[in-house]
């Protein structure tokens, strides 16, 4: 055991560390190598390096420790300790299998909290849509309201209008005189200038209708693009913050964060350009 | 040297090496063993539980002699996780002094 060439330790070591990942268990192969190698040049014999190293069991022990691996796993070699471990114990079927377990676990728990999540925002997302809409119909009901009581002033007024033509039609065959024609033609301007009216108030409505869309439109999409330039920039450091912390500064809670706030703006640029869009399918809807 | 003493500092002082200069693994074999007379092969696992921690990044650099070298550079979490440890050495050490001190009067 103590007097080992470099062949045989390495291939020792390699045979204990064999629960590794391959890449790693070469990184950590070729240190050692290099070790010994360096320890040989500098004058001592390929023997008298590997002493210095100590037990291997030990070693190795401490190496596995390093992965958090179970020691007393990988002591026998991989095949024959997973054989008798599963042997003996099915719920112990090695550290490897646990291992394999665990990430599995975690990538289902994962997955399912990413479902529930985008579920969840789905769900806030028409929420918050259905109320949006809602208000808009509360703030259009009195115009809504003013237009159709209009309507029916109107549609009042052309009743009564054919009911006195009626009236002046039957008159008119009683008295044949010129009567009758003066006060048709007096009823004829007065209806013109109703009409004219009735157009006026009816142009300005659709005017100021026009406006309120307007106005909101354009603050809609100012909205939007000032949350979108937020947005770039929270990107943009964003980015920054992920190249420093895979440099390994601690920086994980201000990322998260910052992936939050770009999130957050992208989607508030997102609501407003939907409202845009509902606000100009209102309008057409209100004009039609 | 009591081998559970030496432990318990080796990270400190491994720590404190890289952070003066980038090393390989031989050479800071070497500066560790100047300070605690330590098993050689210990000093490997430990440096790959530092970097897979992320208080070391690695890199090759060719060398006039045989293979790149891997040489080991302390990450800023690293000079954090220094600090920290530099902390409580010292408040540790400075009990047990303090505490023999008292036995000894």
């Known amino acids: ?27 950590m192969i070729n240190e050692y190598e290099q070790h010994i190698d360096m320890k040989i040049q500098s004058g001592l014999s390929e023997e008298e390096a590997i002493a210095d190293f100590g037990n291997l069991e030990e070693l ?35 550290a490897a299998a646990q291992l394999r377990e665990g990430s599995r676990r975690l990538r289902e728990g994962c997955a399912r909290v990413g479902r529930a999540f985008w579920k969840g925002v789905a769900a806030a997302a028409l929420g918050i849509r259905s109320f949006l809409v809602w208000m808009l119909r509360q703030l259009c009901r009195p115009f809504l309201w003013a237009r159709r009581v209009w309507e029916q002033s109107r549609r009042q007024q052309g009743q009564e209008n054919g009911a006195d033509k009626e009236e002046k039609a039957a008159s008119g065959l009683q008295r044949t005189d010129g ?11 007065g209806r013109k200038l109703y009409r004219g009216l009735g157009a006026c108030v009816r142009w300005c409505l659709g005017a100021a209708v026009w406006c309120i869309r307007a106005a909101w439109n354009l603050c809609c999409a100012g909205c939007s693009l000032l949350a979108v330039l937020c947005g770039l920039v929270c990107l ?16 994980t809670g201000i990322t998260l964060g ?15 350009m939907t409202l845009l869009l509902r606000g100009k399918k209102k309008g057409s809807g209100q004009n039609a | 040297m009591n081998a559970q003493f030496k432990k318990g500092v080796l990270e400190l002082i491994v720590l404190e090496s890289v952070r003066q200069r980038d090393m390989y693994g031989y050479e800071l074999v070497e500066e560790v063993s100047k300070v605690v007379d330590v098993n050689e092969g210990t000093i490997y696992p430990l440096l790959k539980r530092l970097t897979n921690e992320r208080y070391f990044e690695t890199y090759l650099r060719e060398s006039t002699e045989g293979p790149p070298r891997k040489y080991y ?3 800023a979490a690293g000079v954090l996780y220094r600090d920290k440890l530099e902390e409580e050495w010292t408040e540790f050490a400075g009990r047990v002094s303090r505490f023999l001190r008292e036995c000894k009067e």
């Open chain 1, 1 to 27: 055991m103590d007097k080992m060439d470099k062949k045989t330790f390495l291939a020792e070591l390699e045979k204990n560390l064999a629960v590794l990942q391959e890449d790693e268990l070469r990184d």
């Open chain 1, 60 to 94: 190795t022990a401490e190496i596995l420790e390093a992965y958090h691996v179970r020691t007393d796993y990988a002591s026998g070699g991989r095949t024959a300790q997973t054989e008798t471990a599963g042997a003996k114990d099915p719920t112990a079927g090695g």
């Open chain 1, 179 to 189: 009567d009758g024609c003066r006060t048709g033609g007096l009823t004829g301007i």
């Open chain 1, 236 to 251: 943009f450091i964003l980015g920054m913050l992920v190249v420093l912390l895979i440099d390994g500064y601690p920086l």
């Open chain 1, 258 to 272: 910052c992936l939050g706030m770009t999130l957050c703006t992208f989607s508030m640029a997102g609501l407003w």
């Open chain 2, 73 to 75: 550079h302390l990450t």
